[in-house]
């Protein structure tokens, strides 16, 4: 890995700060300051890892889950953010793509546009094709449709297709028929549409926090996950782009409207949250 972790904090500093944490954390949802919630902010060089040391460590992927859900809990504490594709999904795509700059690359700049010009392409089918939002399609049209572009900008960057890497882009012509033939004839966005379709969109209290946040953070290793083994594979599938995208129309079409941004039920019904308890 690129990152070096010689200046992370020991485990005794780390253990120093928990009391303070945890003691901040236990706040009763009748006190003063449960109604308006504590703005934490921060910086991708903070000096502690995500998590304190244990027998498993994956340093990469606590950094990769930490994007995803430091985006979306500025956009549910109402900053600005970029909707890509959406609000609700808009960790998954930066979390992949600073990954890739922090963890992959040795050319951040050629990376970030190889990424970015390959996972809007891929958004764009889904979105001519189906939806990407939640209101028509559930959440496999938020958080499905961003795994599959961050899955894709991920391989592009991993080389996925050579001559993209090698030629670079000589002009937008060349640049399209490239990436079109490579998820034609490499289709990774499989392992991740498929396996999103009937995701969805029933959040708690109507508010894009719960399950929203930690569901990109799952979206973002499993966009990687997906790349990874599409990658390794021999490139025989049985399911085309053309096909996913129909299938995720039609499920989406079939999707009772409960379960489309309504919070009508599924967790929004079961899962009794205070409302003076602020989630971010």
């Known amino acids: ?64 889950s930490c994007y995803a859900i430091a985006v979306n809990e500025v956009n549910a504490s109402g900053g600005r953010i970029v909707t890509s594709p959406t609000n609700g999904a808009s960790g998954i795509i930066p979390a992949v793509l600073k990954y890739i700059v922090e963890f992959v690359s040795d050319d951040p700049e050629k990376s970030i546009m190889t990424f970015l010009l390959t996972a809007s392409a891929i958004g764009m089918l889904f979105k001519r094709g189906s939806t990407i939002s939640a209101a028509e399609g559930g959440c496999q049209a938020e958080v499905g449709v961003a795994c599959s572009m961050a899955s894709a900008g991920f391989a592009a960057c991993m080389g996925g297709c050579n001559s993209i890497s090698r030629n670079g882009f000589a002009s937008r012509r060349d640049w399209h ?81 409960k379960y489309k941004e309504t919070s009508l039920s599924g967790l929004a019904t079961s899962v009794k949250i205070p409302l003076t308890v602020p989630a971010c």
Do not use: W
């Open 1 to 64: 890995m690129k990152r070096s972790y010689s200046q992370f904090r020991s485990k005794s500093d780390i253990s120093d700060a928990g009391p303070n944490l945890s003691s901040a954390r236990k706040v009763s949802p009748h006190h003063p300051m449960a109604k308006r919630a504590t703005r934490v902010t921060g910086s991708f060089d903070h000096p502690i890892l995500p998590h304190p040391p244990r027998k498993t460590v994956i340093p990469a992927m606590d950094f990769l």
């Open 177 to 257: 028929r490239q990436v079109f033939y490579m998820f034609y004839a490499h289709p990774i966005y499989l392992h991740t549409i498929e396996h999103n379709l009937g995701l969805t969109c029933d959040p708690i209290d109507g508010l894009v926090q719960v399950p929203c946040i930690e569901r990109n953070s799952l979206g973002a290793v499993k966009a990687i996950t997906a790349a990874q083994l599409s990658l390794a594979s021999d490139g025989v599938y049985s399911v085309t782009l053309d096909e996913a995208i129909e299938a995720m129309r039609v499920t989406a079409a079939d999707m009772s409207v």
